[in-house]
């Protein structure tokens, strides 16, 4: 199974939106190879959880969706595979180079719905094939905001009720609301590789196993040992890891099978990066996302790759030690901290048995340091925390029958950088 995925299986399904912006006078000659031009795109940028990309209005891009790419591959500055991404507004990471776009909904019970692009820092790439939590838990903010939801005079609090359209799954997001029905921006919260607070975002994902795969553990069980060849290692070696699909599809490694090389270099040396890369395209492969390695190295964005291992001494801001602690990596570097739908995974499978982050999570026989409050029959309610380079997230996981994850809350804050128009080129 390739892991490309068309844009109409993905993107939602509205009546023709408005023609793209074609504004007079903004047409440039490129060199021999004929004519550029350049339009305008409205824009915001946010800085959402602990990344940050654009938000768009599905009204504002052409009807085809052919174009899309080229526009938002302009706007981010990867136009000629440029690495700094200088004549864009991405900040040339894989954490800052990133898009939604947002549409009222059609569906029942659906108030917005969203598409996420990875845009490729340094190729003309974008990679749709799966979700980013942190970007999905600004979109009922700018929805807010940009008036695609509202808010009763008076009400304080709200809950949007959100479709993703790349894993076709449900959110619910409840934000704070100003006295003037807009998103109330600050607040006392604080989170892990943000400066400075906002007010709370809870994010709960509803039913989230098997986002693309359609299965919790798409090889059917909760430990696979990868058998794997890298570029860097004279022979194949072996890691015991959880191939897990909750949110997105994610391989939590246990680090302390990685091999030798590994350990003994930096964590984003050259060596590192290529055992990491081997890792997670041998993991596609059992996932059935790709039909061999070459295959899924050209698709960087899923299936995700994460190290895990027991936990160090660290607190959390709510002042509780962590259960388990994760080395992340991102379109093929060191990730600053965790990314969210990573956090959703990793809570899912520290409340599941046999995976390996509910091994190196066990804390007096009992996975997850706590538990366990029964608000509804059969169903079980779990506190999870996961240290990772940056500091810690807490997860909150409900389980209900036959070890169902029903619903996985985080807590992110958003804020609103910039609106106005992007000139991008195609």
């Not at 892991?3 to 440039?28: D, E, I, M, N, Y």
């Not at 899923?302 to 959390?316: D, F, R």
């Amino acid at each position: 199974m390739s892991t490309t995925r068309s844009l109409a299986a993905v993107l939602p399904q509205q009546p023709t939106p408005h023609a793209f912006a074609k504004p007079k006078g903004l047409v440039l000659q490129t060199r021999a190879t004929g004519q550029r031009r350049r339009y305008r795109l409205p824009s915001v940028l946010m800085r959402s959880g602990t990344s940050r990309g654009l938000f768009l209005h599905r009204h504002h891009l052409p009807s085809s969706h052919s174009e899309w790419d080229a526009i938002l591959i302009s706007a981010m500055g990867s136009r000629n595979n440029d690495p700094r991404q200088l004549e864009g507004v991405g900040g040339a990471t894989s954490t800052t180079s990133k898009a939604v776009v947002v549409s009222k909904s059609d569906k029942p019970g659906i108030d917005v719905e969203y598409t996420f692009f990875q845009i490729t820092v340094g190729q003309e790439k974008v990679d749709m094939t799966g979700n980013c939590g942190n970007m999905a838990s600004g979109v009922a903010a700018f929805a807010l905001d940009e008036g695609l939801v509202t808010a009763v005079p008076g009400q304080s609090e709200l809950s949007v009720t959100i479709f993703n359209t790349n894993t076709q799954s449900t959110l619910v997001e409840t934000i704070q609301v100003d006295s003037d029905g807009h998103f109330l921006e600050d607040g006392e919260y604080r989170i892990s590789g943000v400066k400075g607070t906002g007010s709370s975002i809870k994010v709960s994902f509803i039913n989230p196993g098997g986002s693309m795969t359609g299965s919790v553990f798409p090889t059917g069980r909760p430990c696979d040992e990868l058998l794997v060849k890298a570029k860097s290692m004279p022979e194949p070696f072996t890691v015991r890891a959880t191939l897990i699909d909750v949110s997105n599809p994610f391989i939590f490694v246990d680090s302390s099978t990685m091999p030798p090389a590994y350990c003994a270099a930096a964590q984003d040396s050259d060596i590192s990066l290529d055992i990491i890369e081997s890792i997670r395209c041998q993991g596609a492969v059992d996932y059935g996302l790709a039909k061999d390695t070459e295959t899924a190295s050209l698709r960087r964005g899923t299936p995700k790759i994460t190290l895990v291992s027991k936990p160090p001494a660290l607190l959390s801001d709510s002042g509780n030690a962590s259960d388990v602690f994760v080395l992340a990596y991102s379109m093929g570097k060191v990730h600053p901290s965790v990314q969210l739908t990573g956090a959703v995974c990793l809570g899912a499978a520290a409340s599941l048995e046999g995976t390996v982050v509910s091994e190196l999570s066990m804390k007096e026989g009992t996975p997850c340091s706590m538990i366990q409050t029964r608000p509804e029959p059969h169903q079980e309610n779990r506190h999870i925390v996961i240290g990772h380079n940056s500091g810690t997230i807490d997860v909150e996981v409900s389980i209900g029958e036959e070890n169902q994850v029903q619903s996985i809350t985080v807590f992110r804050t958003a804020r609103r950088l910039f609106e106005g128009t992007i000139l991008v080129s195609v």
